[in-house]
Structures are given as C-alpha cells and as structure tokens.
C-alpha cells in the first residue's frame, strides 16, 4: 500500500507539504495541491484514517443511540442526521437501545472507548445523567436530561394545543388523547397537558390513554385501541402523540364501522411519511425533524470548542391539514 | 484518564494479564479476571479502542451502505444489521447513497480509509466493482454485482410467482404489475419475470408499469398510479413490487371509489411493518429481512477467513394473506 512518502516523492514535494493538503493546513499553492492530488489519485493513496485520528485523539464520528430505528419516526431523524453529519465531513456510529438503560450505558461505553467526536442521544431520558462523559459532546434529541446537557425539540405543547384546538374548531364535543409511553418522562408529554389545558379551558369532556413500552416497540396498539373505540361511543374526535398511533386508529374504526372524518375526527403528530400513506391520510402536527437534526449536528459540533454553554433549542411545530379531520 | 498500567498496579497483576483479560485471550483464572475487572470499573478505566484498531490494522465497524435509509424497507434492513453486528461485538457506520454512483464510491473511499472490517452494499448494482477494494470483506444486499462478491438475497422469481397465483386463485382475469426501477437491474426484477410468466402460462393479460428513481426517493407514486388506474378499468387485480407502492394503490383506489378487494385485488411485497397499518391491510410476500440480515453480518465475518468463497445466498418467500384480496 502506497505511503505519504510514496505520494511526497513522486509528486516531487516534502512530506509536510502533502500533510498540509491532507489537512487542508497552512498556504499551499493550487498547482502543488493539484499535483499532489492527482498524484494521490495514480498511486490510489488511501490515508490512514485510524492513523490520523489517533494523532487528532478524535474520529470524525458521531455516535446516535435512538430506541430502534424500526420505528419510522427514527428512521427519518437517523436518515437526516447522517445527510447532516455528512455534509461537514463526519460519519454516523449507529446504535438501537431499545430504551434499554443498560444498552444505552454500554452503548455511551463503547463510543467513549472509539472516540467519537460526539453523542445524539435520542433515546431515554432519566437516570442516565452519571454515565454521560464529561469531556465529550452530548445532545439530546426530544429529549430532555438536565440543565448541563444541551437539547432539540419541538415545540410539543403547541403541537398539543394546534391539535386539539382544532379538533373544536371542527365541532368536537368529546375527546380522547391516546399519549405517550407511561413511566418515561418525555417533552412528548407537553402534547398531553396543551390537550387536557385546551379541553378544561372549553369545558369539553376529555380522557386521556397512556401507551406502553412493548406497544412502541412492536408498533403495535390495535387490542388496545379498539378497546378505548368501543369504550368510547360518545368520542367524536381523537388526538394521538404519533403518527403510528392514528394509522391504527384508522384501521380499528374502519373494522368497527366507524367513519373516518365523518364520525370520528383524527389529529396525529409527527407527520413522518406514514401519515399520507393511509386512507384517509392523517391531519397532523409537523415536527420539523430535517431542521431538528441540522440543528442537533451543529450544536454537537460547536459544543467541542471553548467556552461553550449547554443550549436548549425548541423549534415550531405546524398544523397540515389532510382528510382525517 | 487511567492506563493500563494503573490498572495492572491496583490489581498486582502483570500488563500483559490486563491485556490478555480484555482480549479474553489465553488462560486467565476467574478470580484474576474478575480482579482485573472490579479494577478497571473502580478506575473507571476506558480502553482506548482506536489505539487497538491501529495494532489489529482493523476496526470492529461495519459499513453499511444504504440508498436512503428514510425508505421503510431500508430501515427495516439497518435496524436488524446493527442488532446481529451488535451481538458479535461490531458498530454499524450508516452511509445514504441516494443510489449516487459518486457518493457511493465516495462512501467506499471513506470506509477504506477508516479500516472498517467490511461492508454491506444495499445500494446500485452496476459499474461499482471496480471500486470495491481487493482486501476488505463486502457482501450485497438484494442486488449482484458479479459472481466474485457475496450476496444475500430473498428468492424474488418464487415470490412473483406466489403473488401472481394468488391474485388468478382469487379469479382475476386481468391483472396489473408495478415495478422496480426502470433502468437499475436488480434481483427484485425477477417477480417481474415471474409475474409475466405466470399470466403468459394461463393466457391471463397483463401489463407492466415501471418506476422511476425519484418516486423511489420520495416514496410518491400517487399521481402515476392513478393515471395507471384510470387508463385500466377492466384491471381486476394488482401486484405491486414494494408495499409502499401497495399502499398508494389503496389510498388512489379510495379516491376514485374503486373498492378494495370486492373491485381490485391487490398484493404487496415486502411485508415491512406498513403492510399492516394500511386499511384494508396488505396482502403480501414476507422477505424474511431479520433472517437476512443475520446472514449478511455472518457471511461477511467469515470473510475475513483463509480460503473464503464468494456466497450467493438465496432466502425463502412467504405470502401473506390480510385484506386486500
């Protein structure tokens, strides 16, 4: 395998100079880094990225733990993060926790150990805090840990607010909230309080479902929404904390014989690309999840320099109006 | 940050102990390991595995190379790749090709360059080859390159033939095929073949629409299938090459009051989570994608073997029956 020494000699140059255009370091004329390039380019000269990284005592790469990217939620924030990440040079570490505690605290392990330039940790929220490295830059992604930890979100309890709002606005005068995962603390869980707000300030009846751990992960909630459908005869609109959640509704109405805006009205939350592939497709809050993730990416980035503050960013959320409703 | 050293001294043992404990090489007694162990975890001891990458010349990462990992299909795939690496102690570094020749190749240099163990290329077939390099492991992931590289593969050419009896058992008499990509060959491309040769053998008419690259990319179909739908209104039957494509018949299929199964019988492929939050719910052929990715990971880990073979390795089809026939 060709050497730095290999591509120096030929190109007639110093080793210094094919370092400095490696690293983009110090002024290089164009006609001797072109040449070194083409040279690099005739000896097929792979640097040794390990190599480099070890004398940096840094990767360029970012470590993302998420629950599981199965869910498509997670597939659209990893997918964006890696656009991201790309764009300035850097590589995703991919990492499925499971919600896992133990799993997430290995996982913080072994990027530690591979040095990684940074965490997204879009999994988790409590207790996680201690097994979080001092010297590294962690984000959380519609997560919240701690004041020391920066954050992105969403704006949750105006999504909570936009969704039910407009479930009124339609004519609703029984509603139910199917929320997010019981026992794990999340930003999520603003939907819940803006909907239970809304219907108290409009006197509107109101109930609220929690969801559970093995629901999320199967991504499968169909027992247990038809068992609220039919528990339910008087609900006349539903506002889920997901997508996933509403395309299940759909599907137990329509067994049940239950019309879709007609007899029930249907707000969902997320607008991942689920959301206008059922029939009829989902009215529903949009998380901006591209910009959630260019905003993740750089605020890791910036977080390796000095005198960096922890910052919590909430980006807005908007309305899309589709057939449910 | 503790050494080895310092882990040696607390625990008096020697540093070659230390290090024959971490790589659970030779014979260690268990009272030493665990020792070795309790020591490290009071130290807080973080071996750092990029110093032992560049001794072993290798990382325990995996590349995978993805056309887009927003694509339910693909998510599916990288969820079940970073579980079996996991469980055999290996990372997963994500890449989204956009199935660009130029960022693909770009993403393979990138590997190379970061001494990854191998590679999984879910993404374009042809003219990469040249590209691939001679001494790094690399398997594919339903498509062929040539006969030097491993793949993995479900059986396409079964699964169009399970599709397209099903829909004549079901008594349609005309029947519809939407297909892969136009211009990129693929393994899918043989439910095609088979699809054809199905009809052709019971003198059944058909017709086969293909796809294009950017509805790939934006999972959006709709305005092209309707069109298909309109301008075949003695179709009885659909088979579609990806569920995502599937759904979109439904949700076209509603618009025009083309009622589905009573008016049109449609089948799916893949069977990715989706097939079943569509109403009606997708009939369809199961790629055993778990089974798949487990086999991908472990044929790829053995390449790095004396003596390896290139594999071509060909999963079993299921059809699924739900609702939509």
Redesign the interface.
Known sequence: MPTLKDVAEKAGVTITTVSRVLNNRGYIKDATRDKVYRVMKELDY??????R??SKKR?S?IGVIVP???H?FF??V??YL??YA?KEGY??????SNHQKDKEIEYI??L????VSGIVLCSRTTDIENSLPDNLPVITFERVISNQISSVSCDNYLGGELATRHLLDCGCKNLLHISGIRNILMPADARRDAFVRVCEENEIPCKVYYTEEAQFQS??YEEYLEQIILDNPDADGVFTSSD?IA??V??VC?KNNIRIPQDLKLVGFDDI??A??????ISTIRQPIEQMCACAIDTLLRQADQGFLPSKTVLPVTFIKREST
């Open positions: 792979q640097p040794n990225e390990l190599a990284s070890l990767t790469i599981s990217v199965m498509p597939c659209e990893v997918n890696e656009v790309a590589k995703v570490m991919l990492c499925n392990d072994m530690k150990s591979n040095k991504l499968n996933v395309a299940e759909i599907y329509s690309r689920l206008s592939l059922t029939t009829p497709k």
